[in-house]
């Protein structure tokens, strides 16, 4: 059975960086089979947590993946047996009074080649024979069709089930040569479609701090992808800032001095735009290393040690009660960091996207690719400019 990603969305220089970069991969699932996190203070002021289970991995990560994802994988081998016995291992250590409990794969949660059916059946009835009020996973939108979202529900005895699926740009071109998301728009929108149908709530994963692009550009991506997920029935979305992680593409553009995670002033602004409506249908996610701790992590969006702690607080705030309020009083707090954000936003470019991308790509190829990048340089960047052309803003 074939992993479940459109080959045809490929960015072979991003994919080829990404094995790279994960060959000599170590990690957490080298050695657990399966990984709780509690997020404190409770989304909403409910209490949840996320039960994550071993298994290969995401498919799209065997061939490079996401410039961003460090989800990791385990081994081939791994049956559907253990996978079941590890969530049943994982639910035993978690309390009993949880109202939401995301349980996930290290990708896809439908996709067969990642979770066989079996082992997703006995996966959810061990979720339904928990008292936890509703459910959710994540999985690509390749992997979203009729009968097993009908087949989920029913085993979950038609309990609240929401599903995350990574958009993380709705701009093709920026989805494919700055992320190598390797998503059809068209498949997303059908995905979304069937999870509504079935009165499966949707949330659309959207990043912010996207590489190659300024902080501006960020920022109008991130909003652009929000609205337009929303624009095609999303129910939510959760809203990520990008973190420099070990063995992703990100740290080795961080390294080569190419990249480095946005701001979180750059993450308020985002959410100010967007406005009380759409916030309060937004999730906030890896926003605070306090919340989220990862071995794995490099690097992380921030502010200065001055103003750090309470820009955090409203961000907590907002993210238990989705009271526009504490968005706007981060809107309204004043620091030198502050200022050196909003130069850096309105500092002039001195080149475009779409040549700053062509730089990029010429040091991974001479770095990295050698005869590859030798006999296939020419023919990737005209692709690269051809397709630039359908977005008047990337030039």
């Known amino acids: 059975m074939k992993a479940a990603y459109d080959p045809a969305k490929i960015n072979e220089v991003l994919s080829r960086l990404g094995i790279q970069m994960k060959k000599d991969r170590g990690g957490f699932w080298i050695d657990n089979t399966y990984g709780i996190r509690h997020a404190p203070p409770f989304r909403h002021g409910k209490p949840e947590a996320g039960l994550w289970f071993r298994t290969r991995g995401c498919g799209h990560d065997r061939i490079g993946g996401c410039v961003m994802c460090d989800y990791g994988a385990g081994p081939d081998s791994i049956t559907p ?30 996709d067969e080649w990642e979770v066989p059916k079996v082992a997703r059946l006995g996966i959810l009835q061990l979720m339904n024979n928990t008292y936890y009020e509703s459910f959710s996973f994540e999985s690509r939108a390749e992997t979203i069709n009729d009968s097993v979202v009908s087949e989920c529900c029913s085993h979950l005895s038609h309990r609240p089930l929401k599903v995350y699926v990574g958009l993380e740009s709705a701009n093709p071109w920026i989805s494919k040569y700055c992320i ?50 929303f624009s095609r029935g999303t129910t939510e979305c959760c809203l990520f800032p990008t973190h420099v992680k070990k063995w992703t593409s990100l740290v080795w553009l961080y390294q080569m001095g190419l990249y480095s995670p946005p701001t979180l002033w750059s993450y308020v602004e985002v959410l100010r735009l967007l406005g009380p409506d759409a916030c309060s249908k937004i999730e906030l ?98 692709k690269l400019t051809i397709d630039a052309e359908a977005y008047s803003w990337i030039r």
């Not at 996978?83 to 995301?102: A, I, W």
């Not at 309020?325 to 475009?352: G, H, Y």
């Open 81 to 110: 047996d253990e996978m079941v016995n590890s969530v049943r291992q994982g639910l035993e250590t978690l309390p009993k009074n949880l109202y939401h409990l995301l349980v996930s794969p290290l990708g896809s949660f439908l």
């Open 180 to 229: 190598n998301k390797a998503l059809s728009l068209d498949v997303f929108e059908q995905g979304i479609s069937t999870l509504s149908k079935h009165n499966v709530q949707s949330v659309s994963n959207v990043i912010l701090g996207t590489p190659f692009l300024s902080p501006n550009e960020q920022i109008q991506d991130a909003v652009q992808s929000v609205l337009w997920a």
């Open 285 to 382: 996610s890896w926003y605070s290393t306090h919340k989220y701790q990862d071995p794995n992590l490099v690097l992380s969006p921030t502010t200065c040690h001055q103003c750090y702690e309470t820009v955090i607080h409203h961000l907590d705030r907002f993210d238990e009660t989705a009271d526009f309020e504490f968005i706007l009083k981060l809107v309204n707090l004043e620091c030198s960091c502050k200022d050196l954000w909003r130069n850096e936003l309105t500092a002039p470019q001195s080149d475009t996207i779409l040549n700053r991308m062509i730089n990029a790509y010429e040091l991974i190829g001479n770095r990295l690719l050698h005869s590859w990048w030798d006999v296939n340089r020419d023919n990737v960047l005209q």
